[in-house]
């Protein structure tokens, strides 16, 4: 399966956008999917995900109060919008899937197929 990332950019902070995961294959509801970030020098930190059936939501205490994680079953996508930027928040942002099985959905190792990233940018 591959998976198709849109949006990103260069943002001015207090600025929203939304990013979108395309699944190419099967049914997005078959797949718990999750978004990544990867600062330049950092390891890929987990941000939130979506189990899959859309039972259920995670979210990293650093983001929930801003960012949000929701499938869109007629596009077959699960989009991340974001809110309230920050130049923290620049980043290569990632999404990751998977049909398996998950003992900790917050580890990058729990996934078997990633987008290509996205570059987003916040600055003044």
């Known amino acids: 399966v591959e998976l198709v990332q849109s949006g990103g950019g260069s943002l001015r902070p207090g600025s929203s956008v939304t990013l979108s995961c395309l699944v190419s294959e099967g049914s997005i509801a078959s797949y718990t999917v999750a978004w990544f970030r990867q600062a330049p020098a950092k390891e890929r930190e987990f941000l939130c995900s979506t189990r899959w059936g859309g039972a259920s939501t995670n979210y990293d205490d650093s983001v929930k109060e801003r960012f949000t994680i929701a499938r869109d079953n007629f596009k077959n996508a699960v989009d991340l919008q974001m809110v309230a930027l920050q130049p923290a928040d620049t980043a290569v942002y990632y999404c990751?899937?998977?049909?398996?099985?998950?003992?900790?959905?917050?580890?990058?190792?729990?996934?078997?197929?990633w987008g290509q990233g996205s570059q987003v940018t916040v600055s003044s």
């Open positions: 990751a899937a998977t049909v398996g099985p998950l003992q900790d959905e917050t580890e990058v190792d729990q996934y078997d197929c």
